[in-house]
């Protein structure tokens, strides 16, 4: 085999243990680091209105905590109750939860289902998962103030988790 081959196996086998989830051995979410690269810009309707990451960048000041979800995944439905507990512990973060690959009935009936008080999205038109491009679900992004991705998580967080990235990029 040659090398350009052989890197290409490589490559391949890393993507495929990608796609078939990263989270640890224990469940949480991975993080992959600090990607620093612009978050990209989106507009969803919200069960508050409507939601614009621009908007939102230029007048309110806060950084978001983005997660991707649907409401036919079994991480999501785990994640979210600690999602929802530290949207209480940091005011001083944007908690938005975009439900994707997924139909709005089913979005909004999974969040009365498990109570959650955080502003959640609505991605009708595919746009936000494109945009983003998640390994899988659920998919957690922060992004600073100034709209820079700090963390990309691909599976699911924890209060811990989130406390830990929180301090770090904003402590």
Avoid at 114 to 124: A, M, P, Q, R
Avoid at 148 to 154: R, T, V
């Amino acid at each position: 085999m040659n090398r350009a081959a052989h890197l290409l196996t490589i490559a391949v086998a890393i993507l495929a243990l990608a796609a078939a989830g990263c989270t640890s051995d224990d469940g949480t979410g991975t993080s992959a680091g600090e990607p620093s690269e612009i978050a990209p810009i989106f507009a969803v309707e919200t069960t508050r209105g409507d939601f614009n990451l621009s908007d939102h960048l230029a007048s309110d000041g806060r950084p978001v905590f983005l997660n991707l979800w649907a409401s036919w995944c079994f991480p999501c439905r785990e994640e979210m109750p600690a999602i929802d507990r530290s949207a209480a512990a940091n005011p001083g973060v944007k908690f938005l939860g975009v439900s994707v690959q997924d139909s709005r009935d089913d979005a909004v009936a999974f969040g009365n289902e498990i109570g959650v008080t955080y502003e959640l999205g609505f991605d009708d038109d595919d746009a936000v998962n494109d945009a983003y491009n998640p390994l899988g679900l659920p998919a957690s992004y922060i992004i600073s103030a100034d709209g820079i991705i700090l963390e990309e998580i691909f599976g699911k967080v924890t209060e811990e988790d989130l406390a830990e990235w929180f301090a770090e990029h904003f402590g």
